[in-house]
């Protein structure tokens, strides 16, 4: 047992001996020193944000001080009439005029022949393509007679449609209206109804409106 507890004592003494060499033998390295380049790089980019923040700056109050000079800034007044009067103004060239030719040469132009009223005769039975033209009020004569019709002036028109007679209370039937005495159609009054006529008057004037 002292032969092998010789021999592990001699074996750690011999390990610890040879670590103690190998730790003697490996060469010391200094600690690393901050890289310079790096902190260069950084001041040179933090210059850079602060000068484009200060572009910036300025670039903003100088477009708000363009805004308040243009609000503060007086409008200019528009041109006066007097100025836009005198203005000159472009004529336009005219093409010379010919001469005018002699009157030997000019033809007389020929007279417009008036037109003449024709009277358009009556008839009963018109064509659907003939208008009548009511006529004026010196056609209403004092006095003068009408067959079932009469026309008065602006269109409008008295028409007898019967006679219901009695000595009593006689009546007409005027523009499809049964009318006595004293009753007034069309701006006239109704004076009187006959057998087979009806007196009608107006202004002083009398006309007649007999059956067809």
């Known amino acids: 047992m002292s032969l092998i507890d010789e021999a592990l004592k001699r ?6 001996k040879e670590g103690k060499k190998g730790e ?6 200094p600690a690393p020193l901050p890289d310079a380049g790096l902190a260069k790089r950084r001041a040179l980019v933090r210059a850079s944000l602060r000068a484009l923040a200060g572009i910036g700056i300025v670039v903003v ?15 200019a007044p528009p041109p006066s009439r ?10 336009p060239m005219s093409p010379p005029v010919e001469a005018l030719p002699t009157t030997a040469a000019v033809v007389a132009a020929p007279t417009r022949l008036r037109p003449t009223k024709v009277a358009i005769p009556e008839a009963e039975d018109a064509s659907p393509g003939v208008v009548e033209v009511p006529p004026p009020a010196s056609v209403l004569d004092d006095g003068r007679t009408y067959v079932g019709v009469v026309n008065l002036p602006e269109g409008r028109r008295i028409e007898l449609g019967g006679i219901v007679w ?10 499809d209206r ?6 007034y159609v069309e701006g006239f009054t109704v004076a009187k109804i006959e057998e087979n006529r009806v007196a009608l008057e107006k202004d002083g004037m009398t006309i ?3 059956l067809k």
């Open 11 to 16: 074996a750690q003494e011999a390990s610890q």
């Open 24 to 29: 003697t033998a490996r060469p010391w390295t």
């Open 61 to 75: 109050l100088a477009f708000l001080g363009r805004l308040v000079w243009n609000a503060a800034a007086p409008e």
């Open 82 to 91: 007097a100025a836009a009067l005198a203005a000159p103004t472009a004529i």
């Open 166 to 175: 009695s000595e009593e209370e006689p009546r007409a039937l005027l523009n």
């Open 178 to 183: 049964i009318v006595a005495t004293d009753a």
């Open 208 to 210: 007649y409106l007999v």
